[in-house]
């Protein structure tokens, strides 16, 4: 294209030096009498130069062009090579902590073995604890420490497909810092200047760091194992409880991964408790998934724990679901002691085959508001029924959907205590139909709500486990506050779902509500007889 632009021009030079260059055209014989006496005329001088001034102009125009065009074509294969790259805005670098941040807090364990000794057995096999026998012919199973997860997520994290050595490529930090374990170690028996200790530390070490100072440490997310709770001292019921990690001004800049959220900060995010269950392949989870659908369900409702008579009146709701599950003989009851070294409670095998059985679970809260008794339970494709909208409700909300009552039934913990609801009746009344429809929906949540083997060897390829889940989350809530959002980790405790009681009633309780009246009005009978 540029030759012939070029030839162009040459032969517009040429007929110019043609016209103008002081020779005269030979006239041809007897004279031409149509033709213009005025293009025989040699061009002047100002004419000519024109005629360079626009030729210099096009040549400038098209060589202008030429460079954009090109510059246009960088930048459409650059494009296309970052929408090649599967990396793209996920890339995550992990700090590089000295070892008293995490390893050398677990490989003392045993220096505090009489605080947290089940711990420290747990903490074989990348923290999944010690293999147990498969379960109906699935394996994975392991008797996993409820409060293992600052392990099992710092080594799935180690096989994150997109790990960066570039931090200023990251679109998030993670911090492998062992807050749960650093709880654990220090929580009886210390002053809170020792508890606070590792925390204080730690802050100092981060803020100290390039990474830190690019977003004053927003861009930075860690997992805490335990509830919420143990990290916020300072709000918290007793002046002697847990650290205040949370309340720390590093604290509340990062995003904290924690079992429960407080609702006191929008920066701790609530994820699922570790269950037994860790699979190592796609495989693992559908096989699974397919034995918990084809199970015959023998118990109506079935309940695992120990009684709680001395938690906040609020959620004080579990002895009044036990006593309930005592009277039932439709109800499956697996009770625990609460005396210190009690395994009643702690079998796996026990646990899992008793869910496996019913087709509902009842999860009362218990210290807290949340359970891990809860993801066991949906796990073996038992459809949980919350007292309380904190259990799951309003907390979770990466990892359950919104729809509530399309996996779970909810009684509120009120008219339980105050005897109004009988629980079975409330769940004899939802048809056949509609447990199906509820169970499945269950079955679907599995894999979000369980964490696959962090080792090497293993990872899911098509399927999202709860880690997936929630870096998804996290990489999202990075991103929304570069873009200048407020992002907030979850509702208000006080607030509940909008007439969640009331649709429930509507679905399920029209006969219960008629027998409640029926039998109300017996007792006022026979009180003025």
Known sequence: MQRSVANSIIKLLSKSAAKGGGVRPHRGVGGAKGVDKSAA????????????????????????????????????VSREADSADPCRGRYIYVHDLPPRFNADIIRGCRKSE??????????????????????????????????????????????????TNDSAAAAAVFVPFYAGFDFARYHWGYDNATRDAASVDLAEWLMARPEWRRMSGRDHFLVAG???????????????????????????????????????????????????????????????????????????????GAPRPDVRMDIRVRDHVIAQCKAAISCGLLACARSPGSLQCHAPGDIMRLFRKASFCLQPPGDSYTRRSAFDSMLAGCIPVFF?????????????????????????????????????????????????????????????????????????????????VAVEKVLDTVARIKNGEHVDSGRPITEDPPNMYVTTESRFLTKSAVSRIVMRLKQWILGHC
């Open 41 to 76: 005329r040699p061009l002047s001088a100002l004419q000519l130069l024109a005629i360079l001034a626009v030729i210099a102009w096009t040549l400038f125009l098209y060589m202008q062009f030429s460079v954009l065009s090109a510059a246009v074509e960088v930048v459409e």
């Open 114 to 163: 009489g605080h947290w000794g089940d711990i420290c057995a747990s903490l074989i096999n990348a923290g999944l604890g010690r293999p147990l026998a498969e379960a109906d012919g699935a394996a994975g199973w392991y008797g996993t420490h409820q409060f293992s997860l600052d392990l099992i997520f710092h080594n799935r994290m180690k096989q994150y497909a997109c790990l």
């Open 226 to 304: 335990r509830t919420g709770w143990d990290f916020r001292r300072s709000v918290n019921y007793g002046a002697d409880w847990g650290n205040d990690l949370l309340a720390m001004p590093a604290g509340r800049n990062m995003s904290v991964l924690v079992l429960e959220s407080t609702f006191r900060h929008s920066t701790d995010y609530p994820v699922p408790y570790p269950t037994y269950f860790h699979p190592r392949s796609d495989a693992d989870v559908l096989r699974w998934q397919d034995t918990v659908r084809s199970r015959n369900r023998t118990w109506l409702m079935a309940f695992v």
């Open 388 to 468: 309380h909208g904190a259990t799951a409700y309003k907390q979770y909300r990466w990892h359950l959907p919104e729809d509530h009552l399309g996996y779970s039934v909810y009684i509120p913990g009120d008219d339980v205590r105050r005897r109004n609801v009988s629980v079975e009746a409330v769940l004899r009344a939802i048809p056949p139909d509609t447990v199906e429809r509820m169970r499945e929906e269950v079955i679907k949540l599995i894999p979000r709500v369980l964490y696959a083997d962090p080792r090497s060897s293993s990872r899911l390829e098509t399927i999202k486990d709860a880690v997936d």
